[in-house]
């Protein structure tokens, strides 16, 4: 498990870039200036950016007859630590009712509070 790193800092447009990237699960980076309504140089720029930072991947391929790149977001490390207690997994993954006062979630409670002494 890694510890999650400190967000980047992105200008409004790179922020909006990588919005697109990853509500579309990926993009052709000849369609990704277009929708972002900027110029090919700018999008380049922005993809640059991304790239650097890693918080998305580039791959090469070919889209109506021509050479591009397909973007597709980059596979974040989850941190699961916020959902333990001690080596306790949080008893509400997965279940739709939760009894607040159940034995499990209350030891659940009670290690999460041990854990910040």
């Known amino acids: 498990m890694s510890v999650a ?3 980047v800092e992105l200008s409004e447009s790179q922020q909006r870039g990588l919005e697109l990237i990853e509500e ?3 993009i052709h980076q000849s369609e990704f200036w277009k929708e972002l309504d900027v110029s090919s140089r700018t999008g380049s720029r922005i993809v640059d950016r991304l790239l650097d930072v890693e918080l998305i991947e580039r791959t ?3 889209y109506d007859g ?3 790149y397909y ?3 980059t596979d974040t490390d989850l ?3 916020l959902l333990m207690a001690g080596d306790m ?3 509400l993954i997965g279940e739709d009712d939760v009894d607040s006062q ?3 979630f209350t030891q659940w409670v009670m290690n999460l509070q041990y854990e910040q002494e």
Do not use: H, I, N, W
Request: aromatic fraction near 4%; avoid cysteine.
């Open 5 to 7: 790193e400190p967000p």
């Open 24 to 26: 579309t699960g990926g």
């Open 60 to 62: 090469e391929t070919v």
């Open 66 to 68: 021509r050479k591009t």
């Open 71 to 73: 973007l597709t977001p």
């Open 79 to 81: 941190d699961y630590r």
């Open 89 to 91: 997994l949080s008893p």
């Open 102 to 104: 159940s034995d499990v």
